[in-house]
């Protein structure tokens, strides 16, 4: 079946470090792959994403990329802020599919001055 | 231009209540969808909607109602609160024209069943 595995959190880092958040994902087809941010108290929003093999989502300096050999699309991010801080999920959209996103469970980034 | 408004934003019930949740769209976008959000568990689907009058189950509906008369509107009610209901409850809404169209989000009701 579809599924997205997300790194467990959290994951605590100091200001100024390099991020990454593992994504990895099993669908059948080819997917669009989603990365969305929740910050606290809020809803979700889209962050980035990626519609085909070798496409890089970008914003707000996080970048992904959508890696068919791998079947993963990780999170990375070269300098976070305490701005940061969240929690991010990870979703994919089967190219088949009439309406469903397929969540990771999430991954809370805590960032520390 | 509001996009989703989602009320009561927080609420406290007593077990056996009946308790309904707003969600209201600006945009007409063709899909809505309830979630759920529980530590350990992420987001699970609870119900979507196609189009008005068109309602389907999605991962947890039991102990849940829909309706959605205009696409505007897509209400949740629970039946008879428990407390495992205890939750942040998430609409969203989706246009669905292309498979890479995404979701947007409301901003919560946070419910908490005694």
């Known amino acids: 079946g579809n599924s997205v595995t997300q790194m467990e959190g959290p994951v605590t880092l100091s200001e100024e470090a390099f991020l990454t958040i593992n994504c990895t994902y099993t669908?059948?087809?080819?997917?669009?792959l989603f990365w969305y941010v929740q910050y606290p108290g809020e809803g979700l929003q889209l962050l980035l994403k990626?519609?085909?093999a070798d496409d890089k989502g970008s914003n707000k300096g996080f970048e992904a990329t959508y890696r068919k050999e791998t079947t993963s699309f990780h999170l990375e991010k070269g300098s976070v802020q305490v701005s940061d801080s969240a929690v991010y999920f990870c979703a994919l959209r089967r190219s088949d599919s009439n309406y469903q996103l397929i969540w990771g469970a999430g991954t809370k980034l805590i960032i520390k001055p | 231009d509001a996009g989703i408004t989602q009320s009561p934003r927080y609420k406290i019930t007593e077990t056996g209540r009946q308790v309904t949740l707003m969600c209201h769209q600006t945009?007409?976008?063709?899909?809505m969808f309830w979630y759920r959000q529980d530590l350990g568990h992420g987001l699970r689907l609870i119900y979507y909607?196609?189009?008005?009058?068109?309602?389907d189950k999605g991962e947890v509906p039991d102990g849940y109602v829909v309706s959605r008369s205009k696409t505007e509107n897509f209400p949740l009610t629970l039946e008879s609160a428990t407390r495992s209901q205890t939750s942040v409850y998430f609409c969203?809404?989706?246009?669905?024209?292309?498979?890479?169209?995404?979701?947007?989000f409301g901003p919560g009701t946070r419910l908490t069943v005694l």
């Open positions: 969203a809404t989706d246009r669905l024209r292309q498979g890479t169209d995404t979701q947007y």
């Open positions: 990626a519609t085909k």
């Open positions: 945009w007409s976008h063709s899909y």
């Open positions: 909607s196609a189009a008005a009058d068109i309602t």
């Open positions: 669908a059948t087809g080819y997917p669009s």
